[in-house]
């Protein structure tokens, strides 16, 4: 599995805007940039993927690089709510199974 | 209206002990999956199953054995319980098809053997 390379931490203030890096030197053509998060003593949540182009939905924006090496996980006005740790995940498209590999993940801390 | 619900939420048992958790989605997605988070919060997948036929089947101890009664369940049976087998154990399900579809995750079930 492709693998990805996360801060183990990055802290923000509340309602300004975060930006989450990850690193996929080895990503393959087909492999998808997801990102989940898991909020305190919760399941993973889904939170945005992506191939080519950036994406936006109502939770964040993901802007992904020209060569797809790297990717940045936008969100717009962070709340409390919004801390977690957030991973980012290659998912590759063409095989049989869609399993998820989770790394450690970003932890974010959002001050009020 | 929980998409994906998992029982028990908590289950508390001796070493030895055989002990099953429920998972359930109402999602109509056809693919579900095991996962465990161990203490140090590393997420692993354990198997997946699609269409009640067994897809992903990781480097698990085969004390280990999952059961898809229908697309909608998928259940998780451990015989004889270990410490280590001490974890949150995460229930997830998705579409399975062309292209690339997010996962839907349970509560988790923790569970602690002593």
């Not at chain 1, 996929?24 to 053509?29: K, V």
């Not at chain 1, 997801?34 to 889904?46: C, M, N």
């Not at chain 1, 950036?54 to 409390?80: F, W």
Request: aromatic share 10%; proline share 5%.
């Amino acid at each position: 599995d492709a693998k990805t390379t996360q801060p183990n931490s990055m802290e923000s203030n509340e309602e300004e805007p975060v930006h989450l890096p990850c690193n996929h030197s080895t990503i393959s053509g087909t492999d998808y940039i997801h990102w989940y998060r898991q909020l305190p003593s919760q399941g993973p949540e889904y939170v945005i993927h992506g191939l080519t182009s950036n994406v936006n939905n109502r939770m964040a924006s993901l802007a992904i690089a020209e060569d797809r090496k790297s990717s940045t996980l936008i969100l717009h006005r962070a709340t409390l709510r919004d801390a977690a740790v957030y991973y980012c995940i290659l998912q590759n498209s063409g095989g049989s199974n869609y399993k998820l590999t989770f790394g450690k993940g970003t932890l974010l801390t959002v001050n009020p | 209206d929980t998409a994906v619900s998992q029982t028990p939420k908590y289950l508390v048992t001796q070493m030895g002990n055989d002990k099953s958790i429920k998972c359930e989605q109402n999602l109509g997605h056809d693919t579900m999956y095991w996962y465990k988070q161990d203490s140090k919060k590393f997420l692993k997948i354990m198997f997946s199953y699609n269409n009640k036929e067994l897809i992903i089947n990781e480097t698990v101890p085969n004390r280990f054995s999952p059961k898809s009664p229908d697309k909608a369940h998928l259940n998780l049976h451990i015989n004889s319980l270990e410490l280590g087998d001490s974890a949150v154990y995460f229930c997830a399900s998705s579409s399975r098809g062309r292209g690339t579809y997010e996962q839907y995750f349970g509560p988790g079930t923790r569970l602690t053997v002593t």
